[in-house]
């Protein structure tokens, strides 16, 4: 029998390795870290020949067995080498005490001769080297359909484009949007949107509660890695807005891919040493860099603000020959905590905030505003609300209702009045009171030139603009890309489905002209240099993707859906 602890490293550690790529032990979300009395050196990246020599620790056992010169190309790409515990044996499930009693272990014993335990050991380590493949059906198991053909019990997720031309009155556009080769003319400039959380690999691993329902292998970065851009090279969007970007994945190869696709990359990551943040990347050919707004909603003097959630502000000029506006594309993602709704409300309204002070043009209007993210809230919540109609009354709401997350709230405070303190410097029209205060000053000289009475005027509406209420404003007019719901059955749509929910939290909002198709009913509202949205990827519900064993799965490698829309800017 192994040491109790040896027993332990055989349950607990599963190694994966890439032929010839990498053996990245520390990839692996069920590795509990590096055990103090481990014989050897913590290894982040090892490379062709894999070389265990000989320890004292193994005693001649392990002399034996490193012997055999373990060497990556002897053996098939994405491999995995497990030690199991010897109470787990792969036949029959006997613990190996039980087996030497057995009278057929007894008879064979007694034919060859007694084994020793180091060869008993030794027999064991070598039974479970397996080498599965990444569709191998001990780890991907398979079924036949009625055709005879093979499908993989995970299967693939069927998403189709939804054309939007057919909803407008004139056939201009859908003639030109059909016919189009190219993305842009002389008066028209098409371009696309994604919104993605690609998980990132330290909060799998801090959260594999989340994940019980997956294979460990799809769980692993180096298998994962490959499906995300594989995903973000086929939906080919023009601009990407990621969440959950760990910091060196992305410096060391989410970036470099995509830079090799013709992208360039703005990041932003997390405060207080958090490992993941936001990217935004977008096409060179399409677009130019005006300026990058990173945003922190951490503020060291404000109690309310203590979390390191954070955003990221692009103001973005398309390549036209003509003058064109530009366009402002901001990335999120706010706190997850259900129960903490005026936390997620401040964080969004300093994000609405820095959006008024980059998106605002000479002429006082703003520009086209593109809003991602992961709002961790649901459709029809007051946060999703608010976003949608400019407005919100929080007056008696509770703190746990507010991003409809937590379906049960109860035993929670109401919501404060003010929900941030004066010092966090924004209004509660979620702009920069700075910049308020300037802008009213402006009008005010205004006002005197045309009216010899203004000053009376300002008088009495000095109070009434300087009482606080409960009403929060902004002054963007957001229209939601999705509906949420299925429009046959009203089955709502999902954009992540983990062991623990199925939800809509992901969204991308957008300023629509006023003569738009509105994905929902009431949402009317827009600019006159507005996008035109033509066309979005379907979202699933939550049964189609437990079909396909839920997310993450051996296809698709993040707990959320992308999100893809395409829009018209007219110039």
């Known amino acids: 029998m192994l040491p109790r602890h040896l027993q332990s490293l055989g349950r607990n550690w599963i190694a994966q390795f890439e032929i010839p790529q990498a053996f990245c032990r520390s990839s692996c979300p069920w590795w509990a870290g590096h055990s103090s009395w481990a014989p050897f050196q913590h290894i982040s990246a090892w490379h062709s020949p894999v070389d265990w020599r000989s320890r004292p620790f193994f005693g001649p056992l392990w002399n034996r067995f490193a012997s055999q010169s373990l060497h990556p190309y002897n053996v098939t790409q994405a491999s995995y080498i497990q030690m199991s515990s010897p109470n787990m044996e792969s036949k029959g499930e006997e613990p190996l005490t039980k087996k030497r009693k057995c009278k057929e272990h007894e008879t064979s014993e007694s034919n060859s001769g007694r084994s020793s335990p180091d060869d008993l050991i030794l027999n064991r380590l070598q039974e479970d080297i397996r080498v599965p493949l990444p569709h191998d059906a001990s780890v991907f198991p398979v079924s036949s359909n009625s055709e005879g053909e093979t499908t993989h019990s995970s299967g693939i997720v069927k998403r189709y484009w939804e054309d939007f031309c057919q909803h407008y009155r004139g056939t201009d556009l859908q003639t030109s949007y059909i016919n189009s080769e190219h993305l842009w003319n002389n008066k028209q400039f098409d371009f696309s949107v994604m919104s993605y959380n690609i998980l990132s690999q330290d909060l799998l691993e801090e959260n594999s509660r989340l994940y019980r329902h997956c294979r ?54 997390r405060t207080g040493r958090k490992p993941d943040g936001c990217a935004i990347c977008f096409k060179l050919c399409k677009f130019t860099l005006l300026s990058s707004n990173p945003v922190e909603f951490y503020r060291h003097d404000i109690p309310l603000l203590d979390r390191d959630n954070i955003g990221l502000v692009l103001l973005l000029q398309p390549r036209v020959q003509d003058i064109s506006p530009a366009i402002c ?5 706010l706190l997850y905590n259900t129960k903490r709704g005026d936390i997620k409300l401040t964080q969004l309204a300093i994000l609405l905030a820095e959006i008024a002070g980059v998106a605002l043009q000479k002429d006082g209007s703003f520009c086209p505003i593109v809003l991602c993210g992961d709002f961790n809230s649901v459709p029809g919540s007051p946060l999703h609300s608010f976003i949608r109609e400019g407005k919100l009354n929080y007056e008696g709401l509770t703190i746990g209702k507010v991003s409809g997350q937590d379906r049960y709230p109860r035993g929670q405070r109401i919501l404060t009045i003010p929900i941030w303190p004066p010092s966090l410097g924004i209004s509660q029209n979620c702009v920069y009171v700075a910049v308020e205060k300037q802008n009213t000053e402006s009008t005010d000289v205004t006002g005197e030139l045309d ?27 957001l229209s939601s890309v999705y509906s949420h719901y299925l429009p046959d059955s009203g089955i709502p749509e999902v954009t992540t489905c983990h062991s623990r929910s199925a939800v809509t939290v ?45 997310l993450p799965n051996e296809n698709n490698s993040s707990d959320h859906l992308p999100l893809l829309a395409k829009f018209r800017l007219e110039l």
């Open 451 to 477: 009216n010899a009475n203004s000053e009376n005027t300002t008088e009495e509406t000095s109070p009434s603009t300087n009482k606080v209420t409960s009403n929060l404003q902004h002054h963007f007019s």
């Open 506 to 550: 992901d969204y991308i909002f957008y300023s629509p002209v006023v003569a738009d198709f509105s994905p929902q009913p009431g949402e009317a509202r827009g600019v006159s240099k507005g996008l035109t949205l033509l066309g979005r990827l379907s979202l699933l519900t939550e049964q189609d993707l437990w079909r396909v064993n839920g």
């Open 216 to 269: 460990r292998p799809v769980l692993i970065w180096s298998y994962r890695l490959p499906n995300i851009l594989r995903e973000l090279k086929e939906l080919d969007a023009d601009v990407l807005c990621l969440q959950e970007v760990q910091e060196d994945h992305y410096r060391t190869q989410i970036k470099p891919s995509l830079e090799s696709l013709g992208y360039q990359c703005e990041y932003k990551m």
């Open 329 to 333: 594309v901001a990335n999120t993602h």
